[in-house]
């Protein structure tokens, strides 16, 4: 069955091409009709069953004839035509902040443009400046908002949204007659990276709502502007969606809005079983348009027969089945960490002291953690020699028999070399509490030789834990190629624990679960190089919770008592 979005995506496509062909207020009438189809709280099929199509601001009759053509052949024959007229690259370029049909139409004419590469190839070779009407400040900004979109369209790491998203939802939740605000999409499944940021709103009135969003001062463009949904472009690049529903209608639309699609999908499938409909305006029977839920997501998920599945697992991988037989897991949470076993100090290439990591890790109320710092091989990282690394174990003996409140270990996240040997001899690794192996340089091996490395050295009797074991960095390095199946293994055999490291987000989640069905326990560090830096394991967490771990899969949800019986070689004093 179509969707209403669907046929408005069909009008804004036409109304571009359109542009494109120098028409002048077809476009506008085909806009003004996706408007007002967007705003709808009604199916177009139920409207059209009706005939009262035309009822609808802005739908003539030529435009209700069309929508008549899609609802039953799923396409609208003047789309295809208009498509055939125009390289299909234009209407991209379209999308470039500051650029009109005009512009692009001259691009394509003089300069034989039809695609961004090629934009951006003319940019270059600064053939723009040269066209008639442009000169050497319109290249500049061509060039500027062609940066700009390209960045929009890549995904961005989660923390760097999260705290984008933090401090919108601080400045709109603050908005007189705002009752209800959250995060949607991505960011609320916590995936590991977002695309569009989307906030949701339930607020009697939106108009004001809406004219604060678009007038804030990051605002870099305005992409839309209406009564229900707005859209900006903000200073870095990410578009930002704000959607204002009534407040009866939030749960529905919450739940619509954080998808996945996928799940979404499976979903309304399940609703359509019992002749109901699922949409984001309410659950609803078909039959005679009685509203069964949709208030909150609890009395939807309810209504379908399950409990409330949280975000993080919303992505059809077997919740929904999970949910109906009431077995989904009690995933991890935030209030069951005990401690974290991956913190750097001053010693190496951290910012803060013991004394003040200990400190902050205790004010989050954390029972122990493990000093880890680097090992000499990594210089960049003021990696420790034997003896300095003897001098930390001293010095964090003292301090940990000091403060009664936490238990400080000594570790070290010692460097895996090329070779798959450890740059740490036992002898010095056996005086630690815990050890932490990973790989920091020459990742370029292939994918026998780097599993070959990691294995070699997870065999060693004193390794603990493997810290990001793909070694990407999300959004900045790509991972080395590794055998994960391999390590997998390796790490049951030989009690390693895989890392969830919440700096690099280098496990992706779906490895995480597949370690867990393994019968794997990990652990969540945070890899802290400052005292503020406890804080990301949230991050970490989300992977955790996204793979579907409860507190048992986690090491570090263990109090000292017993965590000290799994680790290989912990002193107890
Ligand atoms: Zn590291
Ligand atoms: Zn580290």
Known sequence: MPENSDIVKVFYEIADLLDLLGETFKPRAYRRAARSIEALSEDLADIATRSELEDIPGVGKAISQKIQEFLKTGKVRALEELRAKVPSGLVELLRIPDIGPKTVQKLHEKLGVSTIEQLREALEE???????????????????????????????????VYHLAQKLLNVLGGLSGVEKIEV???????????????????????????????????????????????????????QVDLRVVKPENFGAALQYFTGSKAHNIALRRIAQKRKWKLSEYSLSDKRDGRIIAQRTEEEIYEALGMPWVPPELREDTGEIEAALE???????????????????????????????????????????????????????????????????????????????????????????????????????????????????????????????????AMKNKYVDILAHPTGRLVGERPPYSVNLDKLMETAKHYHVFLEINS??????????????????????????????????????????????????DVINTLPFSKLHRILKHVHIN
Do not use: C
């Not at 609320?188 to 949701?200: A, H, N």
């Open 326 to 456: 009431n077995q989904l897991p009690k995933l991890v949470e935030l209030s069951d960490i005990r401690g974290d076993l991956h913190v750097h100090t001053k010693w190496s290439d951290g910012r803060d002291t013991v004394e003040s990591m200990a400190q902050a890790a205790i004010e989050r109320g954390y029972e122990y953690i493990a000093i880890s710092d680097h090992s000499k091989r990594i210089k960049i990282a003021k990696g420790l020699a034997e003896t300095k690394l003897r001098e930390q174990i001293e010095a964090i003996q003292k301090i940990d028999e000091e403060l009664s409140d936490i238990r400080i270990l000594s570790g070290v996240e010692v460097e895996i070399l090329s070779d798959g040997s450890l740059d740490f001899s036992d002898d010095v690794l056996a005086e630690t509490d815990v050890v932490t192996a990973s790989i920091h340089y020459d990742t370029r091996g292939s994918e026998e030789e780097m599993t070959e490395r990691l294995v070699s």
């Open 184 to 238: 949607a999409g991505s960011l609320r499944r916590w995936r590991e990276t977002v695309g569009d940021l989307d906030i949701l709103i339930a607020s009697e009135k939106s108009e004001p709502i809406m004219s604060a969003f678009t007038q804030l001062p990051d605002v870099k463009q305005i992409l839309a502007h209406g009564p229900t949904k707005s859209s900006i472009i903000i200073r870095d690049g990410m």
């Open 126 to 160: 600064h053939r723009v400046r040269d066209l008639p009407g442009f000169g050497e400040r319109s290249e500049e900004s061509i060039r500027r908002n062609l940066e700009l979109y390209i960045k929009q369209q890549q995904r961005s790491p989660i923390n760097t």
């Open 503 to 552: 700096h690099r987000l280098d496990l992706p989640d779906v490895e995480a679960r597949r370690a867990k069905d393994r019968g794997l326990k990990l652990v969540v560090n945070s890899d802290a190089h400052w005292a503020n830096g406890f804080e990301i394991i949230k991050f970490g967490l989300a992977v955790a919770r996204r793979a579907w771990l409860e507190a048992t």
